[in-house]
């Protein structure tokens, strides 16, 4: 598996205030991603990323902001968090040395109250 | 409107037999299908793929096989373990790989429980 690192593990926030959650992986992989898992809906895209500064909008990315600023860090940010954005969140990367299979980092929950 | 479904949200086998999920999706364009498996409070594994060209593919006690005709795909377990308990996704992927700029579409997942 690739090494996918997210910090912070678990938080608790209140509404309104911003939250942003790191992802770092070690593979050197192009793409990578951000995720939201809740009960009933699987596995949500939330946005991607391409490469460096290269960003886009995946499934349920209104409230949500990212950045790459380096290929192994990806950043998403919750700016102005409300109950509805309490999840689970995933990070994940691939590339062609995986076979471009996704790999999944160990996941971040967030309560908003 | 949901691209890719697994209509069991769960699943109850018993040890040693056959371990059957089905997931069916709606998007012709999809080319490339995969199952992860997600035990709780850790990240979704990848468990094995299948391309659109072929009909199957097994890797040890695991195969899927994919009816494109029916927009249909299968994970069979044999035998069941204890440890195969957990919730199975099946995802799809637009393009002939697994990752890629656009990600997986997901299922909703379907929890499998082994019974001794």
């Known amino acids: 598996d690739a090494g996918i690192t997210q910090s912070p593990r678990h938080k608790v926030t209140e509404t309104g205030t911003p939250v942003t959650l790191r992802c770092h992986q070690t593979e050197n992989h192009r793409y990578m991603y951000w995720y939201r898992q809740d009960p009933g809906h699987g596995l949500r895209l939330i946005h991607y990323?391409?490469?460096?500064?290269?960003?886009d909008k995946g499934e349920v990315s209104d409230g949500y902001s990212v950045s790459r600023s380096k290929t192994e860090d990806f950043l998403l940010t919750l700016e102005s968090a409300t109950s509805s954005q309490t999840s689970v969140y995933f990070c994940?990367?691939?590339?062609?040395?995986?076979?471009?299979?996704?790999?999944f980092g160990e996941g971040s929950w967030l309560t908003v109250v | 409107d949901q691209q890719v479904k697994q209509n069991s949200p769960s699943l109850s086998v018993q040890e040693g037999r056959i371990s059957i999920l089905n997931c069916d999706y709606t998007n012709s364009m999809f080319d490339y299908f995969l199952w992860y498996k997600k035990y709780p409070a850790e990240g979704p594994t990848f468990l094995i793929s299948i391309s659109s060209i072929k009909d199957k593919n097994e890797d040890g006690r695991f195969t899927v096989f994919l009816n494109k005709s029916a927009k249909h795909l299968s994970l069979h377990i044999v035998p069941s373990q204890p440890g195969d308990s957990a919730v199975y996704f099946c995802?799809?992927?637009?393009?002939?790989?697994?990752?890629?700029?656009?990600?997986?579409?997901f299922g909703k997942g379907t929890h499998l429980i082994i019974q001794p």
């Open positions: 995802a799809a992927s637009l393009g002939n790989s697994g990752g890629g700029a656009d990600g997986l579409t």
């Open positions: 990323s391409y490469g460096v500064k290269d960003t």
């Open positions: 994940a990367s691939s590339g062609t040395d995986s076979g471009n299979t996704i790999y």
